[in-house]
């Protein structure tokens, strides 16, 4: 599949439409009768509707990104479409420490991927490497703050954090250098219950007495944000 693709499926009578969880599993279950190695990324529900993102492979081994919005009634409209990113060849290496260690390195449509360990390196197509992510950080679904904003806090340190240390370029010719364009970060926290966090240094003007030194700000971070902000890079 390269174009996107609409589908409607029903779900099983009954499902409710709260909480997110149950309807989320059903409809990955739903989703798995047709696809490969489904797996829920996000799940946000407002006004009697729920709108939910997986990662999924289809029978030509693409890898996909399913977006399905349910309303009050069993029926859920899916759109499925290929994971791609940017539309030009790119290098991208991405550094992994804290909770996950490791490198992911990017050149063109191929990447490989190292971790600590006997293990070898893994050679994935570019597009399988968001979703190949997820999965090694057991991100899914993850519940929004009541209140929305930022907090101040001590985190460092805190075993589930992890940083994405990431530089990108853009490949001049097949085979030859890479011109770099941008580098970044991601540095978040999965506190799994109480949501997915993005830590960032601590503006100035928000440093007063009585607030720590080594204090961060923590800002509420969608895993779907996360899902496009890997599809831009890698896919």
């Not at 696809?35 to 993102?53: N, P």
Request: negative net charge; charged residues 20%; contains cysteine.
């Amino acid at each position: 599949m390269r174009e996107p693709v609409e589908h409607r499926m029903r779900l099983p009578p009954g499902t409710p439409l709260a909480p997110l969880t149950d309807l989320c599993a059903g409809v990955t279950a739903g989703l798995a009768e047709h696809l490969h190695e489904v797996q829920a990324i996000d799940a946000t529900g407002e006004a009697g509707t729920v709108r939910l993102l997986h990662a999924a492979v289809d029978a030509d081994g693409v890898p996909l990104t399913v977006e399905s919005v349910v309303s009050t009634g069993d029926d859920v409209h899916c759109r499925l479409f290929p994971t791609t990113g940017a539309g030009r060849p790119l290098a991208v290496e991405i550094d992994l420490s804290g909770a996950v260690t490791g490198r992911v390195e990017r050149y063109g449509p191929h990447a490989r991927v190292t971790l600590p360990g006997p293990v070898g390196p893994v050679f994935l197509p570019a597009a399988a490497v968001p979703g190949w992510l997820f999965a090694l950080l057991r991100l899914g679904p993850r519940p929004q703050p009541a209140v929305p904003g930022i907090r101040l806090a001590t985190v460092d340190g805190l075993p589930a954090r992890t940083r994405l240390d990431w530089a990108a370029g853009v490949v001049t010719e097949p085979g030859g250098d890479v011109d770099l364009t941008a580098t970044g970060r991601l540095d978040l926290i999965d506190a799994d219950g109480a949501g997915l966090w993005l830590v960032s240094p601590l503006p100035p003007d928000l440093r007063e007495d009585g607030v720590p030194a080594d204090a961060e700000a923590l800002r509420p971070f969608r895993p779907a944000d996360l899902w496009d902000h890997l599809v831009l890079l890698l896919a």
